[in-house]
């Protein structure tokens, strides 16, 4: 415990100890996007560590402010990539949301909105029965319509859904079988993505495929848990992350992959989360361990390589993905390794577009203000086509884009490496 600190606080809020790391330096505040916006000290990590040691010492009461500002954490952590103190900003927000949940009674609207959310999306079978009318309507080209005459709130909702015919190039299945000493690939499918963008689960596994990989399957994809610990249901969480580690272990994959990219970092941080349980914390710790990401798998194999394709792309970093797990370099080296494309750099490309999870189902108005100005970096690149490696990122993304009229295509990258590829086998066949 850092000098000079409670021997312990007076309500278990978080961590107690965790918020000694932070000195108070400030240097996070332009890294978070929602102080980006309000310039309220308040709501930047800064101001919320403060209000959630005023809860933990008792100085200060959960009420409806207290709670509006750690509702407003987009939980993107990019105040951890520029904190020098090493200051665990994600487990603190996660834990004094759990708080929150527990000893707050948010309003009716509010709470059905998060219950539904919470009961529809971590459940792929639940998901696809909602979305049924949606796809229903749209086959029958009534999605405009629909969109003109709904409330605003659920206009919002569905203007996040990509179409049902969202374009995407799947990758054909490598004719080639893996040497006998291949490592072994797990893709964590997602609860979500499986829903809204199979396509990117589908060539993220062609695609390692092809690169020489064994890919191995879950008998069921459950939920990674990463919902449950951004909204506050801890208990959740780690029913979710057993049942993962378990599958995991007996799968005996060498490296597990997300196409989405908080998936990614719930997991990689399942050794912390189940550091506590008897039965599963070496296995946590080693499952933990296995997280990689799908650019830095391509750019290790030797049989890998990306044909000719000539265009202008620009990268978005998504939050978990840069932050979280830190990688920024690889999926910009495997762009660059493509013959003809030009990669421009996007402004305050690590900064959050708004979609975090379900934060943009919940705090529309700061997600839109972040998708705007995602959106303006984007059109000041004049790139062709926006890559990144989270399917929220592409659907708040591409939403925003289509409010503006611009015409960069969104695509994720294993979507996007698909196409190149499949360009060139096209290009031959019209050659013959």
């Given at each position: 415990m850092a000098a000079g600190s409670p021997s312990k606080p007076v309500?278990?809020?978080?961590?107690?100890?965790?918020?000694?790391?932070?000195?108070?330096?400030?240097?996070?505040?332009?890294?978070?996007?929602?102080?980006?916006?309000?310039?309220?000290?308040?709501?930047?990590?800064?101001?919320?560590?403060?209000?959630?040691?005023?809860?933990?010492?008792?100085?200060?009461?959960?009420?409806?402010?207290?709670?509006?500002?750690?509702?407003?954490?987009?939980?993107?952590?990019?105040?951890?990539?520029?904190?020098?103190?090493?200051?665990?900003?994600?487990?603190?927000?996660?834990?004094?949301?759990?708080?929150?949940?527990?000893?707050?009674?948010?309003?009716?609207?509010?709470?059905?909105?998060?219950?539904?959310?919470?009961?529809?999306?971590?459940?792929?079978?639940?998901?696809?029965?909602?979305?049924?009318p949606l796809r229903l309507l749209e086959s029958a080209g009534l999605r405009p319509a629909l969109e003109a005459v709904a409330p605003r709130s659920i206009r919002a909702w569905i203007e996040l859904l990509p179409a049902s015919s969202r374009p995407s190039?799947?990758?054909?299945?490598?004719?080639?079988?893996?040497?006998?000493?291949?490592?072994?690939?797990?893709?964590?499918?997602?609860?979500?993505?499986?829903?809204?963008?199979?396509?990117?689960?589908?060539?993220?596994?062609?695609?390692?495929?092809?690169?020489?990989?064994?890919?191995?399957?879950?008998?069921?994809?459950?939920?990674?848990g990463a919902l449950d610990l951004h909204s506050g249901n801890r208990a959740r969480a780690l029913e979710f992350a057993r049942a993962n580690v378990r599958a995991i272990i007996r799968s005996g994959a060498d490296s597990i992959v997300s196409a989405a990219s908080g998936c990614s970092t719930a997991v990689a941080e399942y050794g912390v989360l189940l550091k506590d349980d008897a039965e599963l914390a070496a296995d946590a710790r080693i499952v933990a361990g296995k997280i990689t990401d799908l650019s830095a798998l391509l750019l290790a194999s030797?049989?890998?390589?990306?044909?000719?394709?000539?265009?202008?792309?620009?990268?978005?970093?998504?939050?978990?993905?840069?932050?979280?797990?830190?990688?920024?370099?690889?999926?910009?080296?495997?762009?660059?390794?493509?013959?003809?494309?030009?990669?421009?750099?996007?402004?305050?490309?690590?900064?959050?577009?708004?979609s975090a999870g379900s934060y943009n189902l919940t705090e529309p108005e700061m997600a839109r203000a972040l998708a705007r100005r995602k959106a303006e970096n984007i059109a000041a690149t004049a790139a062709d086509y926006v890559v990144l490696a989270n399917p929220g990122c592409e659907f708040q993304i591409a939403a925003a884009l289509r409010r503006r009229g611009a015409k960069t295509r969104v695509m994720h990258l294993a979507d996007f490496l698909a196409m190149v590829i499949n360009a060139e086998g096209a290009q031959a066949r019209e050659s013959r």
């Open positions: 309500r278990n809020v978080v961590d107690y100890d965790l918020l000694f790391d932070c000195v108070h330096c400030g240097l996070c505040l332009e890294a978070c996007p929602t102080y980006a916006i309000s310039r309220s000290e308040m709501d930047s990590p800064r101001g919320r560590i403060y209000l959630m040691k005023a809860l933990a010492d008792a100085r200060l009461e959960l009420d409806a402010d207290a709670v509006r500002h750690l509702d407003l954490c987009l939980g993107c952590r990019g105040c951890e990539t520029a904190c020098p103190s090493g200051v665990h900003y994600g487990r603190l927000i996660e834990d004094a949301r759990t708080y929150v949940e527990a000893n707050y009674s948010r309003g009716p609207l509010d709470a059905l909105r998060r219950r539904l959310i919470g009961a529809i999306f971590p459940y792929p079978a639940r998901l696809r029965a909602i979305l049924a190039a799947i990758l054909p299945e490598p004719l080639t079988e893996p040497s006998s000493g291949a490592a072994t690939v797990l893709v964590h499918r997602g609860c979500v993505t499986q829903v809204l963008a199979n396509s990117e689960n589908i060539n993220t596994e062609r695609l390692l495929m092809a690169a020489g990989y064994r890919v191995a399957h879950l008998e069921a994809t459950r939920c990674c030797e049989r890998f390589s990306l044909p000719e394709f000539r265009c202008v792309v620009t990268y978005h970093d998504a939050c978990h993905l840069a932050h979280g797990l830190g990688v920024r370099d690889a999926p910009r080296k495997l762009l660059r390794s493509i013959p003809g494309l030009e990669l421009v750099e996007l402004g305050e490309s690590d900064m959050c577009c708004g």
